[in-house]
């Protein structure tokens, strides 16, 4: 990890905001966060890591997708409302272009034999990579010394994956336990 | 039930996304359970070309909200799940941002953030055994599947490459 020098006190305008965040957007394959840590600590310097660590956690702890909340989070610290809106709207405009062109495509000529062969190769890499990020996520959590965190992981996956149970069901039974021990483990 | 599919789409997702903890990807068992065998929106198939799609496309993973709202209602339909998908959320996230910092060292944000964790964790693990068992019908395609994970685990290489080679190997007509 190298260290990012202080951020210059600066405030960005509403276009600048746009404008990273449109690039963050269109440059993120397979999700936009390490690019909107590379955009925003290393080449515009707006926050140092530890800042964005901190913005980036609690857009994680929020519910709902988390690139979006960081965008609304940081938007709001540098223009209060409008920065928000900007920088929401710089993230989620060009991807949406994208992939409205994608889905008028694939609605047309999804059923085409050869199309369809190449997407069930892609699917199946796909769900590769999400596996990955499970396995980094988990690794810290299951290698400490033992604690409830991979408890309630197990039964999270198992209501939802296994028993195929709606969403809310899950998460509203085990969150008030999971916090509980988050309350009680140090 | 003879709602209106802008209704619909509109109160599953932002009922989704309130409960969405750990992203998009967390959200992906629920999404098909209620597109797939809830509302008959469309087939397993449709549904893991649609993740495929979104995941090869770039900016955030939620965008696959928009593509099942296109497949539902066309263009009012993308519109109406990606707003309700991130409405709602970015709302609250915009005022808890506001008070948070004041909270820094507070022990009950420490346990909010430390309880969170493993059930983001537990749902996103979901997401991915929902979409193998969609995905991996036969021994070549699970091969793939366990191949780039593999991959992205122990090595930085750009996913683009691990999605072209897997097109390539479903081309061949293996899969």
Excluded at chain 1, 1 to 20: D, G, I, K, T, Y
Excluded at chain 1, 148 to 153: D, L, N, Q, R
């Amino acid at each position: 990890m190298s260290e990012s020098p202080a951020p210059q006190p600066f405030c960005p305008s509403l276009s600048e905001l746009f404008r990273a965040f449109a690039l963050v957007s269109i440059s993120g394959f397979g999700g936009a966060l390490p690019w909107a840590r590379r955009a925003i600590v290393e080449q515009k310097r707006w926050m140092t890591t530890q800042e964005f660590n901190e913005t980036f956690a609690l857009s994680q702890f929020l519910p709902g997708p988390n690139v979006i909340n960081f965008s609304v989070v940081f938007g709001s610290r540098f223009g209060g409302a409008a920065g928000a809106a900007v920088a929401l709207a710089g993230l989620l405009g060009p991807p949406l272009v994208i992939v409205m062109v994608l889905a008028i495509l694939y609605e047309r000529y999804g059923d085409i034999e050869i199309l369809s062969r190449i997407l069930t190769g892609i699917t199946a890499a796909a769900v590769g990579l999400l596996i990955a990020v499970v396995a980094k996520m988990a690794a810290p959590l299951f290698l400490k010394r033992w604690n409830s965190a991979p408890v309630f992981a197990l039964l999270a996956f198992a209501g939802v994956g296994l028993m195929h149970w709606p969403l809310p069901y899950v998460f509203l039974g085990l969150a008030p336990f999971s916090v509980a021990f988050g309350w009680f483990e140090r | 039930m003879n709602q209106h599919p802008l209704t619909s789409l509109f109160g599953y997702f932002a009922l989704l996304s309130l409960f969405a903890v750990g992203g998009a990807n967390a959200a992906i068992p629920e999404m098909h359970r209620v597109a797939v065998d809830v509302m008959h929106w469309m087939n397993d198939r449709q549904f893991a070309d649609m993740y495929a799609i979104a995941q090869m496309s770039p900016g955030p993973n939620v965008i696959i909200v928009a593509l099942i709202g296109y497949h539902v209602a066309g263009f009012a339909g993308a519109g109406v799940a990606i707003a309700a998908m991130c409405g709602p959320t970015c709302t609250l996230a915009f005022f808890v941002a506001r008070t948070w910092d004041r909270f820094k060292k507070a022990r009950w944000r420490m346990a909010i953030q430390a309880g969170m964790v493993p059930l983001s964790l537990g749902l996103i693990a979901a997401s991915a055994s929902v979409l193998a068992r969609t995905a991996d019908h036969n021994v070549y395609a699970a091969l793939i599947t366990a191949a780039t994970a593999a991959v992205a685990f122990f090595t930085r290489v750009n996913p683009l490459w691990l999605f072209a080679a897997a097109g390539v190997f479903g081309l061949s007509g293996w899969l």
